[in-house]
């Protein structure tokens, strides 16, 4: 094995591929990718945001340990990602699209003065080496497809807005993507000047380019991640069609959790708490993933056509999921499958995966299994001092293995978010949850208040909280336990590696004599 193609959606729903059971939207290209690897049927992520979801994929670490806790927070300069590790192979991690990365302040102080031993690579962009960055309108990572889309004549304040993310009015005026009444609209943009076509002909590019030598690339898309704007003919491809129900039972709403009764107040929930809203954005949404999928395909010809595609492994996932007025919210954040269950489609090209070729694995994966699986795959250190995820790759080969774990696990930071207010909490309160799932239980523990429980085996969509019923305190206090024993467990000593540790092991440095009679 020689490439890593690593592949991410920005707020993907798993139950939205045909693959993973779909009976609406069909998704070619990644039923394809299914068929040839394994799809984990429960790949969970670390957080249901964005930024703290891709700096676990990229660490290996949990929220809780690698500190990037909600978009716009850092990591420490002390946390190492995958491109890092590669770096210290002697390889490059390559970048085309998103990452969400915010360089800390000691970073930027390092860099500016010369200080630190890493690249500027490293130090800036989380370890990526920059092929195009594009984060929407984030203030890092625009200009790359700005400048692109000036060169093919889309003028404008903001290009990205007024011509990818709007579409016009019949009389020539421009329709905001922020507003979701737009929906239906196409976007100003011809498709193949749109953000996904523009991310997948880098990768193209790059693949093409680089079929002599090793390669890794993160290929990232930020769609179908809000403004739900896709271009011409995606936009109302499914405006006619069946769409999936909503989940929704508002009789158990009466015993409502504090924390999302005050997410209730946010924008996107107050909008998406109306059905007729969810209906008119669901289409856009399905479209922007039919598309992904119809340049996917695009991506995997030119595996092909270039010989690669026996020599790369491929992983395909999304950073979280998206309500889309199931329970009447809006964008992601909480604790439901919805948002935290996403896509993970594994091909290891290997002949010592050939036996789980097309199959569906139900065990437990989850986001910080990515890094320890593909260093794994390329036969690297193992990182055992740092990394808290589990490769995949015994599962992906059929080898048995009998201490695989039976729950995951996530966390939420709402500090930032309106919600705080709402429930009065000071700003240095602990905004917190944490999620621990279990094949039949969903224990979500909140910082300064009561838990939630569902029982999935018999409300699998999660409507019925028993987080206050006394009939089911044992349950809590077990799933309790676990989430501490989880918590305990995470990695703080990270500045030696396990090699470090055994060579101290009983062994006082020459001339020292302690105890001795």
């Known amino acids: 094995m020689q490439n890593i193609l690593f592949i991410m959606c920005d707020q993907l729903r798993a139950d939205y591929l045909s693959c993973y059971g779909s009976a609406w939207l069909h998704t070619p290209h ?44 850092p990591m420490p300069m002390s946390e190492v990602t995958l491109g890092d ?39 800036l962009q989380g370890g990526f080496e920059v092929i195009c960055r594009h984060e929407g309108d984030l203030p890092t990572g625009k200009e790359d497809y700005r400048r692109y889309l000036e060169s093919v004549g889309y003028s404008g304040d ?48 790059f693949i093409t380019s680089h079929q002599d030598e090793p390669w890794a690339l993160h290929l990232s898309y930020i769609k179908p991640h809000w403004p739900y704007m896709a271009p011409a003919p995606y936009h109302d491809m499914y405006r006619r069609v069946e769409q999936p129900p909503i989940r929704r039972n508002r009789a158990a709403e009466a015993n409502e959790h504090p924390v999302l009764a005050a997410y209730r107040s946010h924008d996107e929930c107050r909008s998406f708490e109306r059905e007729e809203v969810a209906r008119h954005v669901r289409p856009a949404y399905m479209g922007l993933i039919r598309q992904i999928d119809d340049h996917l395909g695009r991506v995997m010809e030119a595996l092909e056509k270039t010989g690669q595609m026996d020599r790369t492994l ?12 199931d329970y009447g919210f809006g964008e992601k954040e909480l604790f439901h499958d919805v948002v935290q269950r996403v896509p993970l489609i594994v091909v290891d090209p290997s002949p010592g995966a050939d036996a789980t070729r097309g199959t569906r694995e139900d065990r437990f994966a989850a986001a910080v299994d990515v890094v320890p699986t593909l260093l ?42 309106r919600a705080r207010h709402v429930l009065k909490r000071s700003r240095d309160a602990d905004c917190r949850g944490w999620m621990v799932r279990t094949a039949d239980w969903k224990l979500v523990f909140w910082s300064g208040y009561r838990p939630q429980l569902f029982h999935l085996a018999g409300d699998p969509e999660e409507f019925f909280d028993l987080g206050d019923d006394p009939a089911f305190e044992q349950v809590r206090r077990s799933l309790s336990a676990r ?35």
Request: with cysteine.
């Open 30 to 73: 990644m039923d394809a990718l299914a068929a040839r690897g394994v799809t984990f049927t429960q790949a969970y992520v670390q957080s249901g945001v964005c930024g703290p979801s891709r700096m676990s994929f990229y660490s290996g670490r949990y929220p809780s340990s690698h500190g990037a806790t909600w978009n716009f927070i």
């Open 85 to 123: 590790y590669l770096a210290q192979a002697g390889r490059s991690l390559h970048l085309a699209g998103k990452t969400h990365f915010e360089p800390s302040a000691e970073a930027l102080t390092a860099w500016r003065t010369g200080a630190a031993s890493r690249s500027a690579e490293s130090l």
């Open 158 to 205: 903001d290009p990205w807005l007024e011509h990818a993310n709007s579409g016009r009015h019949p009389d020539g005026s421009c329709a905001s993507g922020w507003e979701m009444r737009h929906a239906h609209l196409a976007a100003h943009i011809a498709e193949p000047h749109s953000e996904t076509a523009y991310v997948s002909n880098a990768a193209i590019d």
């Open 314 to 325: 491929i992983v395909f996932t999304s950073d979280h999921g998206d309500f889309l007025g």
């Open 376 to 417: 794994d795959a390329l036969g690297l250190p193992a990182q055992s001092h740092r990394l808290e995820g589990r490769s995949l790759l015994p599962l992906l080969r059929g080898e048995t293995v009998d201490d695989w774990r039976d729950c995951v696990f996530s966390e939420l930071d709402y500090a930032t978010r």
């Open 483 to 517: 989430l501490l024993a989880h918590q305990l467990s995470l990695k703080r000593r990270i500045a030696v590696d396990l090699d470090r540790i055994e060579a101290m092991t009983d062994n006082l440095p020459p001339g020292i004599h302690i105890g001795r009679w």
